[in-house]
């Protein structure tokens, strides 16, 4: 069974950072990748960046692109996501989630119907 368990949410005030951790046990971590998605109050969940198994491979949605990077630690069995220059419409639950093909050498994917598993979320909250 693969767990999925996100830590380093909280409070913050614009501009500030973050940096939100995912740590993953269950099967062979540091073959698959790991993306990162997150859900504001009232909206759908939006994909915000992924990483390939290797970390060679990382994905970025527009609206975060240049502020946050994502990082993986395969001897850790743990991948992190650094949040800069955050803004309140950042605010939201962040997940992570991994898929279920290895994606071996191509961007992994940023959908979220193609990510069977996923943690609980964490929950980020930006003020103004």
């Known amino acids: 069974q693969v767990q999925l368990v996100e830590s380093g949410g909280g409070l913050v005030q614009a501009g500030g950072s973050l940096r939100l951790s995912c740590a993953a046990s269950g099967r062979a971590f540091n073959t698959y990748a790991i993306g990162w998605f997150r859900q504001a109050p009232g909206k759908e969940r939006e994909f915000v960046g992924s990483?390939?198994?290797?970390?060679?491979?990382?994905d970025y949605a527009d609206s975060v692109k240049g502020r946050f990077t994502i990082s993986r630690d395969n001897a850790k069995n743990t991948v992190y996501l650094q949040m800069n220059s955050l803004k309140p419409d950042d605010t939201a639950v962040y997940y992570c989630?991994?898929?279920?093909?290895?994606?071996?050498?191509?961007?992994?994917?940023?959908?979220?119907?193609?990510?069977?598993?996923w943690g609980q979320g964490t929950q980020v909250t930006i003020s103004s």
């Open positions: 990483i390939n198994w290797t970390g060679g491979i990382t």
């Open positions: 989630a991994t898929p279920r093909a290895h994606y071996v050498g191509i961007r992994p994917p940023r959908t979220q119907y193609e990510y069977p598993y």
